[in-house]
């Protein structure tokens, strides 16, 4: 089958719980799009099916440029399928490869996610499974999340699922989804838009590390340790981190979701306030080894020399005029 309704398919580019996917042609638009075929097993309960057309009506209006689009939930020869935006660009895992980002570049990452969060909680809506393998940076380098509110269909949000119910067995494909759990999730409890900022923030400290903050060796130790221990510090693990950005991870990771920011928009408001710290020189930013008040010593040191600087000029004035 090369079409779908209005869509020409144009090659494969991956296969997950909503089906075999494709690049396509929307012959009607004249745009690129992905084209998922939802399985027959699935689209023949029509529970189910029911609750996936209802979720894809409630994304379809979120329109942001931080949010891959999804066009459309249709029905073509009996086979049920969904058109999203096609995104050209590379995930965040494939940007990050193990390696930490300058801190600059994390923090404008790291705002953009949260306008995007922002946009889908004003919907009413939660991603629901936010990781590096659902953040796309594009081209041009601005951010897009994809599959968004789509979690309780995805192969993401089955794997959230069983990790709350049977870490152990979680197979090793699913190993990239668990170390993003927030704690209430882990618990197997529901979680609201303070979830996504909790996986914002684990988010957060791998690109500023360049490791998971709470990764084990095990799926069953990595989710004992999202619930119960406390992430070491960003700039422990990378001095060049600043500490006010320690200090906005930490909210972020906190454990009992009321010390957690309380919405995206005021978490990007926050980060938007540390931007400046990265204009000034290097020896000024707070830093692990400048402490304090080998600053304040450095400053008065130089306001010294000016001061004596000074004084010889008056001097030679006088001198001159005299």
């Not at 152990?168 to 996504?196: F, H, M, N, T, W």
């Not at 707070?286 to 004084?311: E, H, I, K, N, Q």
Request: net charge negative; with cysteine; hydrophobic share 45%.
């Amino acid at each position: 089958m090369n079409e779908v309704a209005s869509y020409q398919l144009l090659e494969p580019i991956g296969h997950g719980a909503l089906g075999e996917a494709f690049r396509a042609r929307d012959t009607v638009h004249g745009r690129t799009v992905v084209v998922k075929r939802v399985p027959l097993e699935l689209s023949g309960d029509d529970a189910w099916l029911s609750r996936f057309r209802d979720t894809c009506a409630e994304v379809s209006v979120v329109s942001h440029p931080g949010v891959a689009m999804l066009y459309e939930c249709g029905s073509h020869e009996g086979q049920t399928f969904v058109a999203q935006e096609f995104v050209a660009g590379q995930s965040l895992t494939a940007l990050l490869a193990g390696r930490p980002l300058n801190p600059r570049r994390a923090l404008e990452i790291a705002i953009e996610m949260a306008d995007a969060l922002a946009a889908l909680h004003t919907a009413g809506l939660t991603h629901g499974d936010l990781r590096p393998d659902t953040v796309i940076v594009t081209q041009k380098g601005h951010v897009k999340l994809v599959d968004a509110g789509l979690s309780a269909f995805t192969g993401g949000g089955r794997m959230r699922q069983l990790a709350a119910a049977d870490p152990e067995s979680i197979p090793a494909s699913g190993a990239s989804v668990v170390k993003y759990l927030s704690p209430e999730q882990a618990l197997g409890q529901v979680g609201d838009a303070r979830s996504d900022l909790f996986a914002l923030g684990s988010v957060l400290y791998e690109m500023l590390t360049g490791q998971p903050a709470f990764e084990r060796a095990s799926a069953s130790d990595t989710v004992l340790a999202i619930v119960g221990d406390p992430a070491a510090r960003p700039s422990a693990r990378q001095p060049a981190v600043p500490h006010a950005l320690d200090a906005a991870v930490a909210r972020l990771l906190a454990k009992p979701v009321d010390r957690r920011y309380q919405s995206a928009s005021a978490f990007g408001d926050g980060l938007r306030a540390l931007k400046p710290i990265f204009d000034e020189p290097v020896d000024e930013l707070d830093t692990p080894g400048l402490a304090p008040s080998g600053r304040r010593s450095r400053v008065l040191w130089w306001a010294v020399l000016a001061t004596v600087f000074a004084a010889g000029i008056t001097w030679l004035l006088l001198r001159s005029g005299s």
